[in-house]
């Protein structure tokens, strides 16, 4: 099969095509012959080396969608030529104290598609039966993609921020995760602020349905101690102390970012006193999963799409890392 390999050669060059085995299913394993793989910022964390190597020679690509093709002797679910999407959360121990108590996302043991284990840069990957999540019949592949991090980690945020229903939502950087919580935020009764650098970025907010778009060096003068809650996007220290400034006295602030460059001095008052609550939110349990992609169906969310060819990986990584793609990258695989 065709794939795209992490060799580490060097920005605009990470990844490189090569034909591997197509892999056989584990007992608990389905082998997915994929459609469609989203591309996250997490992509070009891996690949440019912010997080720490975990498998050499990798298949990156934690967003694929395709059909069960193959299955092991011990899966009974999916059935063969289901859809399903193959998430960052690739398998858990499940019998932690997190594991235990429906906190599998903080399991220490959790291992993770297109990471620790390879992903949907390529034609064909296997997962574990038991985290793979079926695609509604009413969701198409390049649409589903982008929920499969985007949306599930980016929803997870959302819940722990705990925006009242009439409340008022900054969303500070507004890429792949942002344009789908923006719509869920909307269509579940807030009224969204989306904060960006970068212009395409805000007037897609803005025909989202977001009331209000603010230049990030504005946010401070315009939304100063005006938010309910806040979700940081952006993978900067300098953004999320903003995004403190700009919540309400009890306001929450969530951060579902896997890296985040210095976060530097913070001042007790400017940034923390008043009750304010700054919460990091890691991956997402199954339970997140399927509860946004039965909302996503529901509410008739939709990705806004930028196709690459599985081939052009590269290009798509380096145009998100240049802030070039508005809305989410997708790699159409067939
Ligand atoms: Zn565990
Ligand atoms: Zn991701």
Not at 50 to 77: N, Q
Not at 99 to 109: A, K, M, P
Not at 320 to 328: L, P, V
Request: aromatic share 6%; charged share 20%.
């Amino acid at each position: 099969m065709k794939a795209m390999l992490h060799q580490g050669s060097g920005e605009g060059r990470w990844l490189e095509e090569e034909d591997v085995p197509v892999p056989s299913p584990g007992p608990d394993e389905v082998l997915v012959k994929l459609e469609t793989c989203g591309v996250c910022r997490t992509d070009l964390h891996i690949v440019e080396g912010d997080l720490p190597e975990r498998k050499a020679k990798l298949i990156p690509g934690h967003e694929g969608v395709g059909i069960v093709v193959a299955r092991g002797e011990k899966v009974s679910f999916p059935d063969i030529g289901d859809r399903v999407g193959l998430p960052w959360l690739h398998g858990t121990c499940g019998r932690c104290e997190f594991c235990i108590s429906g906190r599998e996302n903080l399991c220490r043991e959790k291992r993770f598609t297109g990471y620790t284990v390879n992903g949907g840069f390529a034609e064909y990957a296997t997962a574990q039966a038991s985290y793979v999540i079926p695609v509604p019949s009413s969701i198409t592949s390049a649409d589903a993609s982008p929920f499969l991090c985007s949306g599930i980690i980016g929803y997870r945020a959302f819940k722990l921020a705990e925006s009242p229903p009439s409340g008022r939502l900054g969303l500070f950087g507004f890429g792949s995760s942002a344009h789908l919580i923006a719509q869920v935020a909307i269509k579940l009764g807030r009224s969204v602020a989306v904060i960006s650098r970068g212009r395409n970025h805000l007037d897609l907010g803005l025909k989202l349905g977001a009331d209000q778009a603010v230049e990030l060096s504005d946010a401070p003068a315009l939304l100063g101690g005006k938010l309910d809650a806040a979700i940081v996007f952006a993978p900067s220290g300098h953004v999320l102390k903003l995004a403190l400034q700009c919540v309400k006295p009890g306001g929450t602030v969530t951060v579902p970012l896997i890296h985040i460059d210095s976060v530097g001095q913070m001042d007790y008052e400017t940034h923390l006193f008043h009750e304010r609550r700054l919460l990091t939110v890691e991956a997402n349990t199954r339970s997140d999963a399927h509860e946004f992609m039965h909302l996503a169906s529901t509410l008739g969310i939709r990705s806004v799409v930028t196709e690459f060819g599985l081939s052009d990986a590269n290009h798509a990584l380096l145009q998100m890392k240049m802030s070039k793609i508005n809305g989410a990258a997708v790699l159409r695989i067939i």
